[in-house]
């Protein structure tokens, strides 16, 4: 009996060998359900590998590992087993007969499995490959510039020699998959030319890209932020097909794009309401794991409301010790970005990072200082290691661009006090620094300057003599641009203080020199900077406007604010002032329902600045609907943008209701001004401290004159007072004044709250005098025009009945003003009148 059983054994065995043996082993190998299975034939038939079923057993062993989670996969295990190193041997036999997809896809496969680039088979691949280049396909090529990229070749002659492939056959590729791909690859190396080809490509393709297809949109993005341009059409698109697929995203992928976004300064709400609802779902399912959770924390915490926040600080703060030493920074980077105010969290997240401190690199320990410096950390012990370590990894640095974020580190300490050290590492490395650089060190120097005082006395003159160094290489760096394109990227790196002090004039008379070369591709940007300047050009604000108006269809409507903004700003009309706004106004009307809120408010204001309301555009803004899609925007916002774009819709309301009664817009901000308003008294300046007296003098006494008070619609004004119809100046209530304060806020929501302040002689009153002191933020840098603001708040007050009388800075401290009598005369004929004594 028993010997039965076993030849029945035997035979079944056998068929079952026999069964499976029989069919060709590609097929075997795509039945198999697990890794063993496909080792076990590679075992079995090693001497008679094809190259076809070579390549096929890579291509099942990659798809085991696509099906598992992250955590499920086990590509070391895989990677370290014998029969995978006997199926690279036998690949390495094999590489001449290969086709060209099986190749590379081979190539693609043992990367993912993390194979090292020196290993003899990767090398092996890529020479064979490289071979072959020129008669690649468009999805072959794309998958091999990912491999090389994969091994961080970016800038080399192999990956250059793929950019010229995709030069010579652009006009050909249809393939959008594959492109962006490629895109993404030749990024780091291709001209400014051969981007705007690419992008245009893009933008002719992208409607060929199902909207389910997200890895498409987010490789164009990459691919945007690598050549840092900001091109609105293909950022549109990319977004549509992205809002419409959060609901398949996972946590790596928003988070991803989100950072993109961030990087490219394109700000999509849509995305983010219906990413934050996504991501408010994997809260349950990622709070056991802190590596996800990190993620998550990092992601939704900068856009939630305040009770989520709430519950993702307490998770973390549970977690916080399991944390790793780059999962504490992120978890950092996201309190700063979150404003938080757990002290406890912060206390804790500190502690850990102190741990962490040595091994950090000195970027990271830039971004350590600087979020606790934002969320107000104090702590002796820790600084004072910090500092240590900064000054070490100083010492030994070489690089301009280590030795510049060491610098801005030191600088933003609680006690930066100058050191040796610094200086002696900057002026080492200045000739070989760019603007970028440059700015920062000026930025580092006067943060030192500012908050050091210790060193006034003895590191003046080696603080002087370091900036006139940064100076001389910043302007060297200027004179050498000998185009648009050049100057531009010398330009943009100039911010604060030193552009200000040391480079107006020259930047713009640069710019002047190329004005011809200003057209639709750099006309927002050039505006840009012009706003910040304060800087008055009128041959490079007419270009710009003549640019606009020749060329407006080829203008993004996201660029309309920038390009307004310095005539806005500077107060300044071109002599086609209607046809630039109305092509302005023109090419947002049919963007208004998507374009960013926010970006909306501002641009309303710019145009209100410059007396030019469409009415439009307003009745748009000053809707229910609108007003709330930008209140759940603001509650996202950081607190200091969120206040300052409820100031601008408020000095746009006050505008038109001031300036365009007819529009019927209601004036809703009472209560939001009565807030703003009301804080502690303002400290005047010596200059208004001087006027104050020298008008009780003229005026007949303190009584007579009104400091800081507010208008009807809350303009803040310096000095008021009133005139009868003689000319007598009336007497306000009672007031006290501390030297150096102004003596309080008068409230006067409406003109009966003003008389109801005077005695009844008031009634006879036929003059209301605002008397303002005008400092050098009101006007331009080069000449004494008077800016938007100024302007326009002059318009106001005179709307309300006042009599404006504007002091410039100029005119008070100018020679003929050099006397207290002088002054005094001065004051006389401005609220009087000549002759009046």
């Given amino acids: 009996m028993f010997r039965l059983r076993g030849i029945s054994l035997l035979s079944w065995r056998a068929f079952q060998l026999r069964h499976f043996s029989c069919e060709p082993l590609v097929i075997q190998m795509q039945n198999c359900t697990d890794e063993e299975q496909i080792f076990g034939l590679i075992e079995r038939n090693t001497a008679t590998l094809s190259e076809h079923q070579v390549g096929c057993a890579f291509d099942v062993l990659w798809q085991f590992q696509k099906q598992k989670t992250n955590l499920g996969r086990n590509v070391e295990c895989v990677r370290n087993h014998p029969q995978f190193l006997t199926l690279c041997n036998v690949t390495a036999n094999h590489l001449e007969t290969m086709s060209d997809h099986t190749l590379v896809n081979v190539l693609y496969i043992i990367r993912q499995f993390a194979v090292e680039s020196h290993h003899p088979l990767v090398e092996a691949l890529v020479t064979e490959a490289w071979k072959r280049l020129e008669r690649f396909d468009t999805n072959v090529l794309s998958i091999f510039s990912t491999c090389l990229a994969d091994q961080h070749l970016y800038f080399s002659p192999l990956m250059g020699k793929i950019a ?75 977004n549509k097909v992205l809002t419409s697929s959060v609901s398949h995203l996972d946590l790596e992928s928003i988070s991803k794009i989100l950072s993109l976004y961030q990087s490219l300064q394109f700000h999509s709400f849509e995305f983010i309401e219906v990413s934050r609802r996504r991501l408010m779902e994997m809260i349950p399912g990622s709070s056991g794991y802190p590596e996800s959770f990190v993620r998550l924390f990092a992601t939704l915490g900068p856009v939630a409301g305040p009770e989520i926040k ?58 350590v200082t600087q979020a606790l410096s934002c969320l107000h950390f104090q702590n002796k012990e820790f600084f004072v290691k910090l500092r240590e370590l900064i000054l ?127 057209d639709c591709t750099n006309v927002a940007k050039i505006a840009s900077f012009l706003s910040k300047t304060n800087y008055l050009s009128t041959l490079l604000l007419d270009r710009i406007a003549s640019v606009v108006v020749q060329q407006i269809e080829k203008i993004h409507p996201f660029s309309i604010l920038a390009i307004t903004l310095p005539f806005s700003v500077l ?37 209100a600045t410059l007396e030019y309301f469409p009415e439009d555009l307003l009745k748009k803004i000053f809707n229910i609907q609108f007003l709330a899609r930008l209140d759940s925007q603001l509650a996202i916002l950081p ?38 308003y009301n804080k502690d008294i303002d400290v005047m300046n010596g200059a208004q401290q001087q006027i104050y007296k020298m008008l009780a003098e003229v005026l007949g006494g303190l009584r007579c004159v009104k400091a800081s008070g507010l208008s009807t619609y809350y303009h803040t004004v310096d000095f008021e007072c009133i005139l009868d119809k003689r000319k007598k100046p009336l007497p ?25 302040s005077l005695p009844p002689e008031s009634e006879r009153c036929v003059l209301r005098i605002a008397l303002e002191f005008l400092d050098v933020r009101a006007f331009c840098s080069n000449i004494p025009h008077l800016k938007g603001k100024s302007a326009m708040k002059k318009r106001h007050l005179e709307i309300l009945g006042y009599r404006v009388i504007q002091v410039p800075y100029f005119e008070w401290n100018s020679m003929a003003l050099s006397t207290k009598d002088a002054r005094m005369d001065y004051l006389r004929e401005h609220i009087f009148g000549a002759g009046k004594s």
């Fill in 310 to 367: 709430k519950q993702l600080e307490s998770t973390i703060l549970l977690m916080s010790e399991e944390l790793t030493s780059q999962q504490v920074l992120t978890v950092l980077g996201a309190m700063e970005d979150m404003e938080s105010r757990n002290a406890h969290l912060i206390k804790k997240t500190a502690s850990v990072l102190y741990k962490y401190l040595d091994n950090y690199k000195s970027i990271e320990l830039l971004k």
């Fill in 639 to 676: 607190s200091t943008l969120s206040a300052r774009v409820q100031f601008r819709l408020m000095e746009l309301n006050r505008a038109v209701c001031l300036e365009c009664p007819e529009f019927q817009i209601p004036w809703f901000h009472d209560r939001f001004c009565r807030g703003h």
């Fill in 392 to 518: 070490s990894r100083l010492e030994a640095s070489i690089t301009p661009s280590e030795i510049c974020i060491l610098v801005s580190a030191l600088s933003m300490l609680p006690f930066p006090h100058f050191n040796e050290t610094a200086i002696s590492r900057i002026e080492a490395v200045l000739p070989q620094c760019d603007s970028k650089e440059l700015s920062d060190f000026v930025s580092s120097l006067m943060r030192w300057i500012q908050n050091d005082h210790k060193c006034l006395a003895n590191t003046t003159r080696k603080q002087l003599n370091l900036l006139q160094k940064l100076d001389h290489w910043g302007h060297h760096r200027l004179q050498q641009s000998n185009s648009l394109d050049l100057l531009w990227e010398e330009l943009k790196s100039l911010k604060g203080e030193w552009l200000h002090e040391s480079f107006v004039e020259e930047s713009v008379a640069a710019l002047q020199c190329f004005a011809d070369e200003i």
């Fill in 732 to 756: 306000y209530r009672s007031q006290s004044i501390t030297p150096g304060k102004s003596p309080g806020i008068y409230w006067e929501s409406d003109t009966s709250r003003v008389e109801s």
């Fill in 164 to 238: 010229d492939i995709v030069n010579r056959n652009l006009e050909t590729i249809q393939d959008m998959r594959a492109l962006s791909v490629l895109m993404v690859s030749i990024s780091s190396l291709i001209s400014r030319c051969f981007q705007e080809r690419l992008v245009n490509k893009a933008e002719l393709l992208f409607d060929t890209v199902d909207s389910s297809k997200v890895n498409t949109a987010r490789r164009i993005l990459l691919f945007l932020r690598n050549i840092k341009c900001s091109y609105y059409p293909l950022l549109e698109r990319c």
């Fill in 571 to 607: 107060n300044y009309d071109p002599p086609q002032r209607d046809e630039f706004f109305g092509a302005c106004v023109q090419c947002l009307n049919s963007y208004v329902g998507t374009l960013d809120p926010i970006t909306l408010v501002f641009l309303g204001f710019s145009l």
